[in-house]
């Protein structure tokens, strides 16, 4: 799993990075990019075989004119969607840029994309066959405004398939948690 610029953009080398608590933050300043970004971590689960990170990413930009993207990709050997049930025959629905479940499976493995209602009708799907590809933000960015993104991703290594249960019980804790007031 990586997190990559869209287009003609880059990141620069990472600045700062710690960790907080539980938390380890990584800050790439914009230098000669379009934008900086901050990256913090955070475990919400772990176990044997899998783990539940929490990413709170942040961008923000020191220009008058951007439209910075950033990709989520995961390279794997099928995808799947998954709308939670709380969702299903909703009118919604039908405007979410993207699932707020994303999964893509590999052998023995799976990695899990989750978004919140604050992020999923602003992300964009640009999956392939072989790569999940989670497009986010994209708009317009004025200088000096900090536009974040919280999604959940579950990294399963156990070997089973994807338990679409609990895939949405960790949805809806998703939705329920709080937005972080900062990165």
């Known amino acids: ?53 929490e990413a709170t990413i942040s961008i923000q930009t020191d220009l008058l004119d951007t439209h910075p993207k950033l990709d989520v990709d995961v390279l794997c050997q099928s995808i799947d969607s998954l709308v939670p049930t709380d969702l299903s025959g909703d009118d919604e629905v039908e405007s979410i840029g993207s699932a707020p479940i994303s999964i893509a499976m590999d052998s023995g493995h799976h990695t899990s994309v989750l978004l919140g209602p604050h992020d999923s009708p602003f992300t964009t799907n640009h999956s392939t066959d072989a790569l999940l590809r989670l497009r986010l933000f994209g708009d317009f960015l004025e200088k000096g405004v900090i536009r974040k993104a919280r999604p959940w991703i579950i990294i399963d290594r156990s070997g089973s398939p994807p338990n679409e249960q609990r895939l949405e019980a960790l949805w809806k804790q998703l939705c329920g948690s709080p937005l972080p007031l900062t990165p």
């Open 1 to 53: 799993m990586s997190f990559n610029p869209v287009d003609q953009d880059f990141l620069p080398s990472a600045g700062e990075q710690y960790v907080r608590g539980d938390c380890w933050h990584v800050n790439y300043p914009q230098g000669d990019s379009s934008y900086a970004l901050r990256l913090a971590l955070q475990p919400i689960e772990t176990a044997k075989d899998w783990i539940v990170l």
